[in-house]
């Protein structure tokens, strides 16, 4: 079992940054993919990053060079680095854990996010 929560949303300027968190509990937080998701109103919820168990990074095509995905085992956290932020970017983000193994997913409650002047 896996309890996420998000911290670190708000407003910002576009050009902006800001650093997403998630904070893991509950379960061995290492052997979970880690992900960042996003769903603006009247939209669906689409993958932003992924990190997985051994590392690996994947991003859409819209925050490449621009978003980092980052995870500290240790710690049991979960980090988004969003720099050079769009009015698109508007959003609630959510963390999310995923086994592959075992099909099983953990969702946490979202943070907002809005870019705007």
């Known amino acids: 079992q896996v309890q996420l929560v998000e911290s670190g949303g708000g407003l910002v300027q576009p050009g902006g940054s800001l650093r997403l968190s998630c904070a893991a509990s509950g379960s061995i937080f290492g052997v979970y993919n880690m992900g960042w998701y996003r769903q603006a109103p009247g939209k669906q919820r689409e993958l932003v990053a992924v990190?997985?168990?051994?590392?690996?990074?994947k991003y859409a095509d819209s925050v490449k060079l621009r978003f980092t995905i980052s995870r500290d085992n240790a710690k049991k956290m979960a980090y988004l680095q969003m720099n050079s932020l769009k009015p698109e970017d508007t959003a609630v983000y959510y963390c999310n854990a995923e086994r592959r193994d075992l099909d099983i997913d953990y969702w946490g409650q979202g943070t907002q996010v809005t870019v705007s002047s």
């Open positions: 990190i997985t168990s051994g590392g690996t990074t």
